[in-house]
């Protein structure tokens, strides 16, 4: 057994060690060094458990080898050179790719049509970490999941671990990978001189092999067909959405609670067929689905009477004619799949195209019967009366809709006449001998028509002044729900009489401001309202 020894002579034990105690750093040391600037792997130092003899043996080689060599600088045979700086190969051949072009063919099994499909891939190969991937170009609708078939890794060349170098690719030949061999047929010229440069002959490029199943539907087999007598292709040009539009009743009295239904009946000229819709009105309690007949091509006669339409589909074979444009006049009953329907009238569209096509059919509206008119008619909305909650307009709109919005307010009128306030006094006018003195303010405010009254404080009168009336639009009496009319300036007049909510109000005075602000606009004033204000402000002169 041989022991390890350290620097006391002791074996390398536990127990027989030792703290270094003039020992100051305790970092760990680099494992890297840079030569040229490039981080290189550090070579490996006599550490614990190696023989330091070794190393030792190795320093005194080296120095006797350089003292025993003669040197051929003397003698003026070395030819001196300047060192070339060392370059790592992942920093040498970085982005540097080879690019090969190849193709495998796939089988196609139970297919009349083609028995092998060509798919073209180009193969990268990259220097600096010997990867490779296999991409195959994108096909616009191939309909084949196409793009990066094998993604960027070291292929294995075979089963004892091997991978494929860039000394193996070359020209004409099979790269199997995974089961799967791409034959290379060319390769770009960066590729070429590389391999060249590096003593690799290529061999002569091959062209790339033509799909049969791509070239088929690029020039396609022609195809001969018997013309038909009819050109649905340019029908179809012409006609593309253009639709007869009828309005129709549809008669089902003849069922149990049968009843008149209106429907619309439309007439595709693009291919001839017919759809039918119910009409349905909010709330009437049916379904919502409209379509009443989905399209289709209606036919008019069959070829023979006997067979059976209620078991067995339709085909063209068994019918001798559909309807066409012609059959539709408006003002007769037509009867379809055992259904009458009364066209009674139709769009601007269709009458244009009967006077253009058909200017013998008459095309004339036909007036409904009164009991379809009275059942059509939607019935009129009854307003309830105001409950005195809130403001008119406030209570008006949860009649209108379920969840009730703010009514729209002029808001060019609040700009123009904002902080506007028209002031008169008032006086109550009650049977009640205790409302004899009580005095109060009324205000009308331009900015949104609405008036707020406040009682003015008497002594000793029993009763609380201040706020007896917040802002609000004041109808006047007699006023509905569905038209309210709300009081305006110029029914303030001296000595009127307002009616708020029960209670009269006479008024008595005003301030300058109203007369100023009526005679502005004197034009939109009774001459009556302008001459009791004058008369009591002491204003102008009074005209008759």
Known sequence: MSWNWNSHGLPFLPGYTFRDVTKSAFHRSQTLDYKNGYALPRRPTVGIGQ????????????MNELSFETPDITYGSYDQSLAEDFIPAHVALDKKVLRFYAYFQEDILYSPEEEYRVRPVVIYYYLEDDSMCIIEPMVENSGIPQGKRIKRQRLPKNERGEHYQ????????????????????????????????????????????????GKRRKHPQPSFTTPPDFD?????????????????????????????RPVTIQYFLVDDTVEIREVHEPNSGRDPFPVLMRRQKLPKKFKSEAFPSCVLEVSTEEVDEYYSPKDFQVGQTMKLLGRRF???????????????????????????????????????????????????????????????????KNMLKMLENSHKVLRYSATLDSQNPKDEGRHFILSYYLSNDMISIFEKPTRNSGIIGGKFLEKTRIPKPGSTVENPEFYSPADFAIGATVEVFSHRFVLTNADHYVLTYL????????????????????GGTATN
């Open 166 to 213: 860039w000394k193996d690719l070359n020209l004409g030949m099979d790269l199997e990978v995974y089961g799967i061999k791409y034959h290379i047929t060319q390769c770009d010229a960066f590729t070429k001189e590389f391999m060249e440069s590096e003593g690799i002959v290529l061999n002569d490029s091959e062209p790339m092999p033509v799909d049969p199943y």
């Open 232 to 260: 649905r292709m340019h029908q179809f040009f012409t006609m593309d959405r253009k639709v007869l539009h009828f309005f129709a009743l549809w008669d089902d009295t003849d069922s149990l609670y049968g009843e008149t």
């Open 519 to 538: 005679e502005s606009c004197s034009s939109q004033i009774p001459s009556q309202t302008l001459h009791s204000l004058r008369q009591k402000l002491g």
């Open 51 to 62: 023989d330091p003899l070794l190393s030792v043996q190795l320093i005194q080689q080296e």
């Open 342 to 408: 009364l066209l009674y009238d139709c769009d601007g569209f269709t009458k244009e195209y009967y006077q253009k096509n058909h200017p013998d059919t008459e095309v004339k509206p036909v007036e409904l019967p009164k009991k379809i008119n009275t059942l059509q008619e939607k019935k009129k909305k009854e307003v309830p009366p105001y409950n005195g909650f809130g403001s008119l307009e406030d209570s008006l709109q949860n009649c209108l809709s379920l969840i009730p919005e703010p009514p729209k």
